[in-house]
């Protein structure tokens, strides 16, 4: 049973416009979240993250929103560029724990010009 | 440059012969940790060591060995690969075991078992 879920394996949004990518969890123990970009061909690279005690963290055009009733967050990137096309991995940690990082199936996103 | 290095890039073998995938970082992180990446799975942890000498279990671990004898290097090893491990491996490190650390990948190793 997957922990950390991201329903939607591909998204395509024209470029200027804003791309929103969700993911859901189930253990209510997580409490700090990161986003991972991955390019083909390349090893995911870290993006952003939230911990729980915070329900918004931005940094530059990437927003993550944290809903921890609904246990769901999003990532918003404003304004899309073709470079931002890339699979967007999702993780969840109990934070400052030693448990490991649960990463989500990823969603794949096409940015077009 | 700070990086984690993988080698082999690509590999294509046969069941059953021995292979290792050496990992590689130059950040002196403690945490390293080795991962799958299948279709509709995401990231799997394969095998974790928190630091010289430490190493554990992740969700996957059949199969796999690893072994940290130094900081910097962190090899994956299949005894006996069979193609259910066709996959695409990732190595990473974190400065330490606190998870709110960001981890490091290397560029990923996919390997083929025919």
């Known amino acids: 049973d997957q922990q950390v879920k991201q329903n939607s394996p591909s998204l395509s949004v024209q470029e200027g416009r804003i791309s929103i990518l969700n993911c859901d969890y189930t253990?209510?123990?997580?409490?700090?979240f990161l986003w991972y970009k991955k390019y083909p061909a390349e090893g995911p690279t870290f993006l952003i993250s939230?911990?729980?005690?915070?329900d918004k963290n931005e940094d530059g055009r990437f927003t993550v929103f944290l809903n921890k009733s609904a246990k769901h967050l999003s990532l918003h990137i404003v304004p899309s560029q073709p470079g931002d096309s890339a699979v967007y991995f999702c993780?969840?940690?109990?934070?400052?724990?030693?448990?490991?990082?649960?990463f989500g199936p990823g969603t794949s996103l096409s940015v077009i010009p | 440059e700070a990086q984690v290095t993988q080698n082999p890039r690509y590999l294509i073998t046969v069941t059953g012969k021995k292979l290792t995938v050496t990992c590689s970082q130059n950040?002196?992180?403690?945490?390293m940790s080795w991962y799958r990446q299948d279709p509709g799975l995401g990231l799997r942890q394969i095998y974790y060591?928190?630091?010289?000498?430490?190493?554990d279990k992740g969700d996957v671990p059949e199969g796999y060995k690893v072994s940290r004898k130094e900081k910097r290097n962190f090899p994956l090893i299949l005894e006996s690969p069979s193609p259910n491990q066709t996959s695409l491996y990732f190595c990473?490190?974190?400065?330490?075991?606190?998870?709110?650390?960001?981890?490091?990948f290397g560029p990923g190793t996919r390997l083929t078992v025919t």
């Open positions: 253990n209510s123990m997580f409490d700090y």
């Open positions: 990473a490190s974190r400065r330490s075991w606190d998870t709110s650390y960001e981890q490091y």
């Open positions: 060591s928190m630091n010289v000498e430490v190493t």
């Open positions: 993780a969840a940690s109990v934070k400052a724990s030693y448990d490991k990082v649960i």
């Open positions: 950040m002196n992180h403690e945490y």
């Open positions: 939230i911990s729980s005690i915070k």
